[in-house]
Each structure stands twice: as structure tokens, then as C-alpha cells.
């Protein structure tokens, strides 16, 4: 609905500057103090860029879904770029897809799959197959792509890391309402997938996976550990409405790890190709600056280091981007975000509900009284408490892209 | 929906210490400076206990329903309790049956019964009957029990105060879209009970009580001043979803006031058997705190001076409640709430609309630069401005009882 109302509103930049927007992404941004009475990670860094950004700019907190909750990187950047993402779900196994950058079609159907072991009697006795090198689970996926099939659809078994490979069938009337066969416990056999409609084609979709579960069980009955193997999160491309469509912006992705990419893809941005560094994504932004109006830059390694437990590894991170946006300043965008998708408290090691530090700068921009970019901040920055999907909104108007609504 | 969403992502605490969580309601605890320029009740209060938690956690202000609506105890309630308080409406007649700790089954039918004087027409000439003394009213009502029926059912006429008393029927097939009888003024009769609906349960309903309503009539007949009555609020258990299952948390109730051990038996709770004072709650909370997951421990006092529009009482009131403090401390719960279910000013002597001071602490909280809990304080405090019913998902979260939304 809020999204029908943007998509109506937008209009091709009314400032000189052609109204250019850099979201500059840093992963698991948010943080806490790893010690009571202390600074967080972003408190802790020496960010003298950031700092003059948000002199210059305005501080909020972001909420990546609503107040409590902890979002996997999918919704936490659907929320970025302006999506409910309790309304669009992207299901496990197009994630697993997304991320070794499988070009993912609008009707495939994509799992995760797991290779496991099986007694003689077929019950599972390891999940996980003892956890197999990575060459050996990509050797087993060419098995299984070269000896097995689904008359009449092409598929597609692609190894993953270790025991964890993707599954992805193309061809008509396939449907998702599918169950697993992990039963997530030892000691009992691998379940059929069942349909969770009675439509024909979840019923027919149901039938043809467990065939093929069936062959590829007999291609690795002469295999060990991996002698079996489990389906999961059976899902399809959740028909994201496209991004470029919506805000009128020829949008761009710059991400080193595909599974950001992936999700740019979904939702229609374009994705730049990039090296595997952060100072390779800003070469690539410098590259391609003048043939986009909108660029996702995404910046990885402080969710790592948050998800390590390691506060000044983070620090240091933080502190490596703030050296980059002198070159996205270079650039004369006309709105710079800075944000992350959710919080990553070293002191966590994992994903966690905290808001998230919001930055947004340009010459539009209405000033706070904050000086230095951190969580403290942020608490009392001018743009206040707001939720993830409001950021895009607000930089749409930044930069001249929104018409007024009602006369 | 985001109660649903909760439901999905509860799970046991991962926090080593059991992850209990303490919600510590002082009932109408939001205020205003008596004077101009002078300080709230909380900030006039000398609360070093409750400034130290403030330090180390976090405040913000919490809105009860939303902007403007001054909640009466119901809805407050539900809101902390994390429902949203305009969907879950819990009628009169089951507030006054809550009020006297009538163990209300799901489906009885519950209304407040006001005894009124008429004249020899029919017609009401004192909606109050003089406010006939209690002892007076639990002699009627004992009479009404025993010498009016309605067959099939079970009925109970049970005294409240004065001229107030709440009638339960208890059987097959009751409805609650029924109009009541008082017609809020003098001069006429009171009128019959009118179906709302035209289901054959609902226009049943309204037989049988305007049947047991002439029985009552003529009980009542000799009486004088109380020489009639009325039936108001008509209502049914609203079958709230139960708070346990929600949150999978085993959660207990302590509270001296009947109607909040009511509002929390309605949401699942288990009420704990206390005794009069604040420090008696204080005492029940030591002696089950192995046996619960979480506690709502009810403080009423700051409304009752806020109501009596004694400014001063009401800083004593919460002066005691944070010596308390210490003693939750002690138990060492994952995270504590502190808060009102509405302000009660003790210049309005009354509920009014106002933001409710909130302190969120335990060891996941992110801090802020508060080092004051009071209303001035809240709101500039970094949990921001959020709805009541949007502190028990944080309060999930900080306790590492919520999953992580999608991948």
C-alpha cells in the first residue's frame, strides 16, 4: 500500500545534480558496549568522515522490522530498500540459491539440500554426513546432475560449501507450499515431501521431488559417508515487486558476497561486477557512477567481525569504510545513506533487534544538533526512531524524486 | 499478525542466566508538575534505586493505546501485555465480574448489575438507589441468588460495592450483542434488553434475561430505596489468544487488586496468592521466583494518590515502590521492566493520555545518557517513543527468548 503511494509519487529528479542516492550498507552496523559503561564498536572507531557527514547531515535509529526483532540478512535488506518485510518473504532454499549467485528465474523452484548418513535400514545416523570437504560435496553434485532427472524440467544441483548444496528445477506448474524431509532429528529415516495444498500443481510438484529424491538416493547408495541426503525450505522467487519500477531509478548493486547480490537481483537492481574487496567496490562505484542513479553499496565484514565476537576487529572495519567516503563524497551524490541492515553486537557474536545507526546526508537535508555518528547519537538525531522501510521514502525526497501528494 | 509473528519466533531463553524477565506495573505512574516549572511526581521523587537501573538501561516513553486516548485498566493492561488493546476490547460486565476475583469460565455472560429506585410508574428516580450502603447491597443480592432462577442455567448474583453488583449466567448458547437497560437518565423506565444481532442465540440471550430481570423486579418490589435495578456491559470473555502460549514463557501475576488478577487470569497467567501491602508482592515474587519464567507485579497506589489528586502521596508511594527495587535486583532477572499501564496526574485526578515513563534494563540493553528515571528524562531516552504493546516483543528479545526473523 505505502509502496503503491511512492510508486505513484516518483518522478525523475527535480535537482541540478540529477539527484543521484548512494545506500551505503554496512552489514550488522549496530552495536553494543563489550563492556558496561564503555562505547559500542561505532562509538569506539575513529570515523572523522562519518563524523562530518553527520554534522553536516542527520541522525536517526532504524528499526529493521519492528521492535524486538532479530532479522536475517534477506528481510533486514528487503527493509532497506523499502520493503515490508514481514510481506515478502524470501524462502530459505532461493537463499541458499541467491547465494553462490544462481541466476534464480521468476518460476524456479530452489531447496537446500543437505547430504547426510543413512544406517542400512535408512534412518539417519549424521544430518550433516560428517561433515565432507567441500570437493567431495561437489563431486556428489555432479553425480547427481549428470544421473538424475525430472522428465520434462531442466535441473540444476550446485554444491554450496561442505555438506550443503542447492537444488533448483525449472519448468512449468512447479509450486512451494512443499514440506522438508529433514526430520531434524537421528535415529529416523529422511521424511516424503508433502504437499501443504491440495491444488494439482503443489500436489504434482510434491510428487515429482520425491522421484527424484528416490534416484538420487540410489546414485549415492554406494557413497560414505554421504550415502543420502534431505531437502529443505522448498521455495520459488516471492514476486517482489521491481525496485526500479517502483522508484523510477536505474539501480545498481555493488556487493562482494552473492547473496547480496542476490537479493539486489531479486528486487531488480542490477548487480556491477566487483572484486572481493571493499576498496574494489569503490573502484566499482567510481566506475560506473555516471550510468546509475541509484547505488546499493554493501560492505560485509562488520557483520563478520560482529558475528566473531571480535569488537576491535569491528572497530577497525568501521574505521576502513569511514576512509571511503571521501570517495563517495567525491562523487557529488545528491543523498548518501550510511546504515546497516540490523545490529551485530560483538558482544553477541550473532544478528540481534537493536536499532540501527542511520545516517542521511545531502544538501536537502534538514541539520540536527549531532555531531559524531554513533549509537548515542543516533538516540537523539533529528530523523528520530523510524522503521528500515521508511529510509527509502525519505531519500527518494532527498533528492527530488518524490512529486507532492494531493494538491 | 505481529502477535502471531511473535508466537512464531518465541522459543527458551539462550541466555545462561534463564533469561526470567520482571514487568513491574506502577499503576498510573506518568504524571504532571502540580505547578508550572515545577517537576512530575517520578521527577519530584527521590528514587536512587530506580536511577541507578535507568543509568545502566534504557527509557523511553511508552503510549498506552495511542496518541490522545487515556486507556482505563483493561486496555492498559493488554497493551503491556503485549496485545493491541483496541482489538481485544474486555467489556464492563466482565471487568466488574474480574473486579470481585470471580473465577469467570470462556463463555459465562458477565454484566454490572446498579440496583435504582423508581416510582410507583416504572419510571427511575435515582439510577444510585441513594447509594445504599454495602451491607445493604450484598443483602439484595444474597435475596436475587436465592429467589430468582433462570432455568437451565446457572446464575450468580454476586454484591461489588454500594449500589453496584455483577450477575453471571453460566450455560449453553449465550450471546453478548445485547443492549442494556439503564437509560442513563431520570424520569423514565428502564428499558428491556434488545438483541443487537438477529442470531437465534443472541435474541434467546436477551429473552431470558429480560425474564430474569421481571423475576428480580418483583424480589425487589418491597425494597425501598433499592427498589429496582439495571443491567449494564453485557460481555463475554473476548477469548483473549493466552499470553503462555504466545511467549512459551510460564508466567505468573501478583497484584493486591482483584480486577488486575482478573485482566491476568483472562491472558493465561497464574495469579500467585499475596497479601495487602507492596511488600507482601514483594515477598510472593521471592518465594516463586524458580517456578516462573516471567512475573507482572502490580503496584497500584501511584494511581489511587494520582486519582485523590494528592501530589505529594503519590511521591511517597513511588519512593516506597523503588526501596523495592533493590529486592528485584537481587534476584537477578535477564531484563526488568519498569512502567505504568497510563498516566494518572494528580493534577487531572484522573487516567489521562500521556506517555508512561519506561525503563528497559538487563545485561542486552543497549544504554543511553539517562541517568534519571523521570518523565523529562524518558523523553529524550533511547528506547524512544514506542506503543505499550510493543515493550513485551523487546522484552522477548532481551531475554534471548526470540528467534531470529528469516535468513
Known sequence: MELELIRELAQPSTLPNGGKIVLAVMDGLGGLPIEPGGPTE???????????????????????????????????HLGLFGYDPLRYEIGRGVLEALGIDFPLQANDLAARGNFCTVDEQGRIVDRRAGRIPSEVGARLCERLQKETAIPGYEIFVR??????????????????GL????????????????PLRDDPDTVRTA????????????????????????????????????????????????????????????????VLPTGETMASELDTLERYWDQYDFFFIHFKYTDSRG??????????????????????????????????????????????????????????????????????????????????????????AHAGRLAKFGA
Chains 1, 2 share one sequence.
Open 42 to 76: 561505532l562509538e569506539a572507531a575513529h570515523t572523522p568522515n562519518l563524523d562530518q557527514l553527520a554534522r553536516e547531515g542527520a541522525l536517526g535509529l532504524s528499526t529493521p522490522i519492528a521492535p524486538g526483532i532479530s532479522p536475517g540478512s534477506g528481510p533486514g
Open 207 to 270: 510428487a515429482l521431488l520425491n522421484d527424484w529424491l528416490a534416484q538420487a538416493r540410489r546414485v549415492l547408495a554406494n557413497e560414505y559417508p554421504a550415502n543420502s541426503l534431505n531437502l529443505r525450505g522448498l521455495a520459488k522467487d516471492p514476486g517482489i515487486p521491481k525496485f526500479p519500477d517502483i522508484y523510477k531509478l536505474k539501480a545498481a548493486a555493488i556487493a562482494v558476497y552473492p547473496m547480496y547480490r542476490g537479493v539486489a537481483r531479486l528486487c531488480g537492481m542490477e
Open 179 to 194: 514440506s522438508e524431509t529433514d526430520p531434524q532429528r537421528t535415529g529416523v529415516p529422511p521424511l516424503p515431501i508433502q
Open 307 to 396: 558475528e566473531d565476537g571480535d569488537f576491535t576487529a569491528k572497530v577497525k572495519v568501521i574505521e576502513e569504510i569511514d576512509g571511503y567516503m571521501s570517495r563517495i563524497r567525491a562523487l557529488r551524490p545528491s543523498v548518501l545513506i550510511v546504515t546497516g541492515d540490523h545490529s551485530t553486537p560483538a558482544l553477541l557474536r550473532s544478528h540481534s533487534w537493536h536499532p540501527v545507526p542511520l545516517l542521511v546526508w545531502g544538501p536537502t537535508v534538514r541539520p540536527d544538533e549531532c555531531v559524531t555518528f554513533g549509537e548515542r547519537s543516533c538516540m537523539r538525531g533529528g530523523l528520530g526512531h523510524l522503521l528500515a522501510k521508511e529510509i527509502m521514502p525519505l531519500a527518494m
Open 159 to 176: 554444491p554450496v560449501k561442505e555438506y550443503r548444496f542447492a537444488l533448483i528445477v525449472r519448468g512449468p506448474g512447479l509450486a512451494d
